[in-house]
């Protein structure tokens, strides 16, 4: 009997033995295997930035190359840039004003644009508009035509940033749009917007 409980407690010890050592060669496995992920990531990372470094380097050398040799194209990239620059701009800015502001700004120059005609204006006038609800087209006209009687004749009652109107009358045809008005102050403040946009060098090109 005492041979059997000596040979179970040496069969428990070599299990003990054999457990520990597994936990020991498992344990190594796991660091092991976290460093060489460790090792990867780092690895992954350098590459990564030599190669955006690389490219970047790479992008610059040929873009100096391009303009060196070709200073009149050089000047057309720089002044589509600058336009580019100044359209995205304009499309910023007015997407952040007020809509009751593109609304009264539409009706102050619809009114100055009716003013030669609107004193004998006395037919019913016929409106198309693009880019404004039901409502905000009433409020533009009752701004602008006052009690000159109007009737819609052709309309897309959506919501647009850059609404457009038509007015017609005997003898005479006006169109206004928000475009059209941005565009005449791009045109009359290009030369400070790109300034504060570019820096002074593009007034140059």
């Known amino acids: 009997m005492e041979e059997l409980h000596s040979t179970e407690a040496l069969d428990r010890e070599i299990l003990e033995d054999a457990r520990k050592r597994a936990d020991k060669i498992l344990k190594a496995a796991a660091e092991t295997i976290k460093k060489r992920e460790q090792e ?14 690389q490219y970047e380097e790479r992008l610059k050398a040929a873009e100096k190359e391009i303009m060196s040799r070709l200073p009149l194209e050089k000047r057309r990239f720089r002044s589509l840039r600058a ?32 003013a030669p005609v609107v004193a004998s204006a006395s037919e019913e006038v016929l409106v198309s508009s693009v880019g404004l609800t039901q409502e905000e087209l009433g409020m533009v006209l009752q701004k602008s035509l006052g009690t000159i009687p109007w009737r819609v004749a052709e309309a897309s009652f959506a919501r647009d940033p850059y609404p457009s109107l038509v007015l017609e009358g005997t003898g005479w045809r006006i169109r206004l749009s928000l475009q059209e008005l941005v565009e005449d102050l791009l045109l009359e403040k290009r030369a400070e917007l790109a300034s504060a946009l570019l820096g002074e060098g593009v007034l140059d090109d």
């Open 40 to 53: 990867w990531q780092s690895w992954l990372e350098q590459s990564r930035s030599h190669l955006k470094a």
């Open 83 to 114: 336009e580019t620059l100044l359209k995205k701009a304009m499309d910023t800015y007015i997407q952040g004003v007020p809509r009751s502001q593109i609304l009264a700004l539409l009706a102050h120059h619809l009114e100055k644009r009716l």
